[in-house]
């Protein structure tokens, strides 16, 4: 586990590299309270979970104004433990999730942010929604089928590869499907990026990052 003046250097090094208009949601799976709170303690606020079950059993530890998002693959019938705090849920790939999310969200009386994470890798990747798909729950949403959720942006996650322009290009997809849906109806999220590639999703015009290892260090699978 790394000492508390790492992560420190570890988190200001990335705050450097990320312009003022992008989101970072630092990735806090598989890591302990306490570096957590380290890291709250230097001024974040949002932070990303991959399994609801790990953040059930933070979420009452930490302070009450973290906006928590869920990044992972989430299954309908776990939604209705996070409904009440969640802040985002990234990773919608399904309209039987969307559907629960928008059912959940109404015995709460609440609006729940959503982005549709969209398919671009190509390599074979369990989830996510096909691009026609992502364009026909976005035209119900936009015809009041949902009214308990609100649809902010897409999330993406590129082939994992050492070929950049790989990268590049399925970001670039994704930011083209971002354009034309927020020909729609105005988005604000495009999240894509993660610790090894955030800066050339950046450069495709992400504004949102979701970080993890660059700032906390290999994860501790061991729990």
């Known amino acids: 586990m790394i000492n508390d003046l790492v992560l420190l250097d570890n988190y200001q090094e990335i705050i450097k590299q990320i312009p003022e208009n992008v989101q970072l949601v630092a990735v806090s799976k598989m890591h302990p309270v306490e570096k957590i709170q380290q890291v709250y303690d230097l001024g974040q ?6 399994k609801v079950q790990e953040l059930l059993e933070k979420f009452p530890l930490l302070p009450g104004d973290i906006q928590w998002h869920l990044i992972g693959h989430l299954q309908t019938n776990k939604v209705k433990y996070i409904a009440e705090f969640i802040d985002t849920i990234q ?82 997809y994704l930011k083209q499907i971002f354009d034309q849906l927020s020909l729609l109806k105005k988005l604000d999220t495009l999240s894509m990026g993660m610790s090894d590639d955030f800066q050339i999703a950046i450069n495709c015009g992400a504004n949102s990052v979701r970080i993890g290892s660059a700032i906390f260090g290999n994860r501790n699978y061991v729990r």
Request: glycine share 6%; charged share 35%; hydrophobic share 35%.
């Open 91 to 172: 990773s919608v790939d399904s309209e039987k999730l969307l559907t629960e999310i928008d059912k959940q969200a109404e015995k709460y009386k609440r609006k729940i942010k959503v982005l549709l994470q969209v398919k671009i890798a190509e390599e074979e990747t369990k989830f996510g929604l096909e691009i026609n798909e992502a364009k026909e729950l976005f035209a119900d949403y936009l015809n009041g089928r949902y009214p308990n959720i609100e649809i902010t942006g897409l999330m993406g996650m590129a082939t994992f590869t050492d070929d950049k322009n790989q990268v590049r290009k399925e970001f670039m």
């Open 45 to 50: 606020r949002v932070f990303g979970e991959n």
